[in-house]
């Protein structure tokens, strides 16, 4: 029987495609994408049965986490034990990677089909996926941090997949730098938690902190910057920078990264260490707060300009991620990680609906777009299923979850966080609705894309209805009722807690509040967009400064290449000017040349001419007799 | 044994010295033949040593030079620990590479192959001599040949830089030959075990800070730290490229292990109180290293400024003090030798396909080379340090183990790291991303055996010592505990 100690080979599996892609992937029948495929695909049902072991467990109440390991490094008191680690937490986060990840997998068949890198891209896209579940399982923060820079590494390659292109080059160098900036955080926190505890392990150290072992200015700090290394890969301000770059990616990486590796990752962890967080002073929370929030602010506004489609959804992505660091920054793990969940539904099923956009039409800014719901029916009822799910209308999915956060930090008492959570909501239906508006109805922009445009091959279809299917139905695991139908002990507050179960409560004013908002919400959407779209051009003049900041994105991305080619850069220029110049030049061959001609004004005495030796010796004399003679006066 | 070791390389140079002219071309199968025979007795060693047997192991001892008169002795002594015996395996085994790497060397393979043997001995013996005066002759040894490998095969200024490397050399070895002799002198022995079993040494001819000074300046020249690095990038550049592989993998080494079996080792209370001073050293060494290489144009001076970055994690581990800063030093040593070699190795190969290294003129070789563009891509992310991968390993030990004593320079370091994943990928995005320019489109890479197979083995490498270090770290330890115990 396969139970949770079988769940190492999750990861195992797609990373064997890895490798046997890698080794052999020319000589497989095209070029191994079935292997690839069938790896993630047997992950997925793995999965199933792992879960099936899990639910059984906690029928009998008995379940706790499960370890398995072995031991990596031990010398000294520097032991290191990786292991693997598998409790609930981990089980909602390995549901989205394998059970999205298998779908967004399939549609790439269709998508990168005749790319002359289409093998590689399934090696990479599996190592993507393996590097992400090992990072969930890591029992470890060792591992968890090699996982961590793993899926760093894999989004680089990915999002450089067309790596002749300059811009995908550039994203790619762009998204691997910013998030290691907050690597360096991460790791520097990591250093920190062990070398208080003397252990990587999760479990142990918050033992550790829970009995009182860290100081609470030191353990703040320590989550502090774990939180950095989240800041840069979840894509928070004011990190966020390269993720609507990474856009440059193909769309299946675009809809791995966003739905299920990478981005989530951030919060993933900050939900895993949450415990630390507790520990800590409450200003660490509130941090996490602040930059969720403004991360909120930013990206929900700054979406409303946006003409590229998929750096739209980009935004609505940063704009989500805000909204999961707001609930862990309210202490709720549960409204975070079922927000986590559904997104990542609703989410792959935005890139891969905007991925059959792109395959059909071969243009990805709404300027080129338009009216396409008359030649492509099933993309744009997926795509609006998608678009009204990240609004959150009822009953869609992003709804529950929405909701859950909004009265997670109700129940937080911040009131700052709530009205600002109010806004995002309006926001995002405008956004969204805008999006929709302008792809999907009006008359097409450009005629001759238009007439050419047509629904995907089933392989691309298949994914993005089934997709469309979770968009809807995974928000009903809120209620206890399909939660113990499925076998999980309750809905999704029973499952992933933090201190206690909770069970779900219809919030009926935040329910009613937020559905007549987003409706709001969606009809200005088609107010200012629908049709031709003239009172958007009117307020687009009437607000030009606020047009022009948003458009600029808040200038931020123009500060940070002043801040390189000024200050690091302009400091490197330095150091190497001086290093030739000053340290080589003058002082060290300066000195060589110093010696070189102490030595030829040595060698001007020693002529080798007996008149000059006389002379010498004669003046010698001379001066010495003098001296003698002066002295003795 | 070790003495076959240390020898099998000059009785290699004295075949390829004696072989006919009209031979020369078999002048490299020797080579090979002689640098696999001390790779197989480097694995040996490796295998045999005994993990809890005594510290030093494989010990051939006689007397040298003796005398009533004088109050000391000299001897012929080698031996190896935990300490040494992963650096000759890396010795051996980037010789190799070296050798393949050379294979078609342009004029007089002969000489050529002669040297380079020469130099494997030279260093072979300075990483087993356990008497100081040997280990100095062995140290100085190595200075002949590189002069000529330099001079005669290296391209650019390479007379300068010969000339450069000889002199700096000699400059730090004059102060070290100083510290050697103070030390030796007033213990009456220059056996290293011997020294180290005296207990510290605080008064001699000179004062022991001056001691510890004069052989920091002579470690600190090879290593190196700024602002003595100045030899390196010309030397590194101007070389061929397996002396370029040999200098940054193997020869820079000699300073690092000199400041661990010598200064540390032996003038322990100095160095506590040195300690931040040369943590300092290292952080600067580390930072302005990283800062320099982000502005090369020239692909192999990159390299080699980097080299400099990276061997600051080297000082700043051995700063610590403790046992895992010291480990981390040592495994950093191991693991800069197998990255910084490949990338050296990578850049030869490049550069003998497209004539050229300056940055600004290469661009899209990936089209090209796609082989390349992998080894590249790999031996870049190791030395920016991603985990799985060797350099992590011992980057991670060392800031892990600086932590605790210094952590500002820790996270000065952790900034290094920061600043080699910008310079590489940088580089990478340079030289093989983006389309390639019009002279590059007729390119073709034949990738030769000689050229696949040592890339492929130091690839290996990498990898295993970067997922399973263990083998590796606690055969360091063994070499460091010793060191750390007469620290405390």
Known sequence: MVGMEHAWVLPALPFGAFVLLMLAGRYLPRRGDLLAVGAMAASAVLFSFVLADLTDALAHGEFQGVFSGTDWLKFDTFHVRLGFYFDRLAAVMLAVVTYVGTLIFVYSMGYMKGDPRYGWFFAAMSLFAASMMTLVLADNLLLLYGAWEAVGFCSYLLIGFWHERRPAAEAAKKAFITTRIGDVGFLIGIVLLWREAGTFNLQEIFRFAQEGGYSTPYLTLAVLLLFAGAVGKSAQFPLHVWLPDAMEGPTPVSALIHAATMVVAGVYMVARTMPLFQEADPVALDVVTSLGLTTVVLSATIALVVRDVKRVIAYSTINSLGLMMVALGAGSVTAAMFYLFVHGFFKALLFLAAGNVLHATDRQTVDDLGGLARKMPLTAVAFGVGALAMAGLFPFAGFWAKDEILVAAREYHNQVAVAVLWVSVALAALYMGRLYTLVFTGQPRDRHVWEHAHEGPPIMVGPVLLLTLGAVVTGFLAFDQVGEALGLGGGIGQFVYLEEPHTFHMPWGEAIGSTLLVVASLGAAWAIWGGKGELAVQLGKRLQPLYLLLWNKYYMDDLYQWIVNRIVLAGGAVVAWFDRVVVNDTGVDGSAGLTALGGWLMRQLQTGKLPNYALAIATGAAVIGAVVLVSRM | ?488
């Not at chain 2, 040494?84 to 060397?105: D, G, N, Q, R, Y």
């Not at chain 2, 990038?233 to 592989?245: E, N, Q």
């Not at chain 2, 943590?279 to 302005?288: E, S």
């Not at chain 2, 580089?427 to 320019?437: K, P």
Request: with cysteine.
């Open chain 2, 1 to 488: 044994m070790l003495s076959l070791l240390v020898f099998l390389p000059l009785a290699g140079t004295a075949l390829v010295a004696v072989l006919p002219r009209r031979w020369e071309g078999r002048a490299r199968w020797i080579a090979l033949g002689a640098s696999l025979g001390c790779l197989g007795i480097a694995l040996a060693l490796f295998a045999a040593y005994d993990r809890g047997g005594p510290q030093f192991q494989f010990v051939d001892r006689h007397v040298w030079l003796s005398s009533d008169v004088a109050p000391f002795s000299v001897q012929y002594a080698l031996g190896v620990d935990g300490l040494s015996l992963p650096l000759l395996v890396l010795t051996a085994f980037l010789t190799v590479v070296a050798v393949l790497i050379s294979w078609e060397i342009g004029p007089r393979p002969k000489e050529y192959f002669a040297w380079l043997l020469v130099l494997e001995s030279s260093l072979l013996g300075v990483f087993s001599s356990l008497d100081l005066v040997l280990f100095f002759l062995f140290f100085e040894l190595e200075l002949l040949p590189m002069y000529f490998l330099i001079s005669i095969w290296g391209t650019g200024r390479r007379i300068y830089s010969a000339w450069k490397y000889v002199f700096f050399t000699f400059f730090g070895s004059a102060f070290m030959l100083v510290g050697i002799l103070a030390l030796g002198l007033e213990a009456g022995t220059f056996d290293i075990r011997a020294l180290q079993e005296m207990g510290p040494i605080r008064q001699a001819v000179l004062p022991a800070p001056a001691i510890f000074a004069f052989l920091i300046i002579g470690f600190g020249i090879k290593l190196p730290v700024v602002p003595l690095h100045t030899w390196l990038p010309d030397a590194h550049t101007d070389a061929p490229t397996a002396v370029s592989v040999m200098l940054a993998g193997v020869l820079l080494k000699m300073g690092g292990y000199g400041i661990l079996r010598l200064c540390i080792s032996l003038l322990p209370e100095v160095a506590r109180d040195a300690s931040l001073w040369l943590g300092a050293f290292a952080g600067a060494t580390i930072l302005y290293g990283a800062l320099a290489t982000l502005m090369q144009r020239d692909l192999k001076r990159l390299i080699a400024y980097s080299s400099v970055s990276h061997m600051g994690y080297v000082l700043l581990g051995a700063s610590a003090l403790g046992t895992v800063g010291l480990v981390g030093a040592s495994m950093q040593m191991f693991t800069h030798g197998l990255i910084t070699g490949l990338l050296f190795v990578m850049v030869g190969l490049v550069y003998e396909r497209t004539h050229t290294r300056d940055i600004g003129e290469l661009g899209g070789l990936a089209a090209r080379l796609p082989y390349l563009t992998v080894v590249m891509v790999f031996a870049g992310l190791a030395s920016l340090g991603l985990p799985s991968l060797a350099g992590f390993v011992s980057e991670a030990t060392v800031f892990l183990g600086t932590f605790p004593r210094h952590q500002a320079l820790a996270v000065m370091g952790v900034l290094g790291v920061l600043l080699a994943a910008a310079y590489i990928l940088w580089m990478v995005q340079r030289v093989f991303w983006g389309e390639a320019a019009p002279r590059w489109q007729s390119l073709q890479e034949k990738v030769a055996w000689w050229e696949r197979v040592p890339t492929l083995a130091l690839m290996t490498v990498i990898l295993l010592v970067g997922v399973y270090p263990s083998p590796l770290m606690d055969l360091f330890e063994g070499g460091i505990i010793p060191i750390v115990e007469r620290l405390t």
